[in-house]
């Protein structure tokens, strides 16, 4: 195997990140209404309009989540992390609000940031993870 010098990467960010999900409207509803996600793009494009880009994201995030048909497989099975200072009181804002998939508890390893999963209706992964300390 040959290492050859590559300059360095111009990618500075995760943009996007992306779930198959078996119904559009219904994932915003869920993203939107249960978790508090906003919209951040909804366009139509395709020779007639018949396809839709619609992406989320909680408020103030660079980074975003597009909802999209799945590409010749089923929905579901993708996963993102998302951070929060305080993986308590989100665990028991998103337990109040109810009809969310989610971990009955927080989960504390050693050497990992407390966590929970939660999952979207179409069995896509959410990690809600403790955000590091500032430095």
Same mark, same amino acid.
Request: net charge negative; no cysteine; hydrophobic share 40%.
């Given at each position: 195997?040959t290492?050859?010098? !590559? ?7 995760? &943009?996007?990140?992306?779930?198959a ?9 869920f ?9 951040? +793009? ?6 007639h309009?018949e *396809? ?6 909680p408020? %103030?995030?660079?980074?975003r @989540?597009?909802?999209?048909?799945p *590409? %010749? ?5 993708g +996963?993102?992390?998302?951070?929060t200072?305080?993986?308590l009181?989100? !665990?028991?804002?998103? +337990?109040?609000? &109810? ?5 009955p508890e #927080?989960?504390r390893?050693? &050497?990992? #940031?407390?966590?929970?999963? @939660? ?5 896509? !992964? ?5 955000? #590091?300390?500032?430095?």
């Open positions: 195997m290492h050859t010098t !590559h300059s360095p990467t111009t990618v500075s960010n995760i &943009g996007v990140a992306m779930f999900v078996a119904d559009q409207d219904a994932a915003l509803a993203y939107t209404e249960k978790l508090g996600f906003e919209v951040r +793009s909804d366009t139509r494009f395709g020779e309009d *396809m839709r880009w619609l992406e989320v994201a408020p %103030g995030s660079r980074a @989540l597009a909802l999209n048909p *590409m %010749g497989g089923e929905p579901g099975g +996963s993102i992390g998302v951070e200072p305080d993986v009181s989100e !665990h028991a804002r998103l +337990s109040a609000i &109810g009809g969310i998939d989610l971990d #927080p989960m390893t050693p &050497g990992a #940031p407390l966590m929970f999963m @939660l999952r979207d209706p179409d069995g896509n !992964h959410i990690a809600v993870v403790e955000e #590091p300390p500032a430095s």
